[in-house]
């Protein structure tokens, strides 16, 4: 905080001074933002969550997607956090503008994602004979050169199975008993 006092002085020798005026200064908050992952698959979300010090005063938040064109659009406003929309296959790039009442304000860097696409696969079956342990599944895996591995539930995504190679081509789980493969 500085306090100030004006001094007005008249051609004779008059003079009066104010009275102290103080005026506080705050520091700009500084802004960043933490992605809940560094990248997502198509047909999932990502949650952008703010990190914000300093400054003074109760934040406004502004979320902004960089477009196409490259210009920033608002997207998300008055909340510490932001789920984004399903997002097509791609690179995203997020900004946050935070300002507070005391007039501070600050935008964050850049944070960028990425949205992969859902692996390719196909799957044939062959059916277990009534009583044994003889059913099989194939699945035939297109390969990503983003992607290592890819891993395989057989119960809708209760467990999965040890990963596997991503560039394999084809993978058989065999012995499998009567039953719904999901």
Known sequence: AYSYRVLVTQGEGCSVLSEDITINVFADPEVGIILSTSEICYG???????????????????WQIKNQLGSWTTVGSNASTYTTAILDTGNYEFRLIVTQNSGCEDTSDIVAFDVNPL??????????????FNGEITLSITDDPTREFVEISLNGGVSYQSPIADNIG????????PGTYD
């Open 170 to 177: 084809t993978f058989t789980y065999d012995g499998l008993a």
């Open 119 to 132: 692996p390719e696969a196909t799957a044939t079956g062959t059916d277990a004979t009534c009583g044994f």
């Open 44 to 62: 999932q979300t990502m949650l952008l969550t703010s990190d914000v010090t300093g400054g003074a005063g109760a934040p406004a938040f502004e």
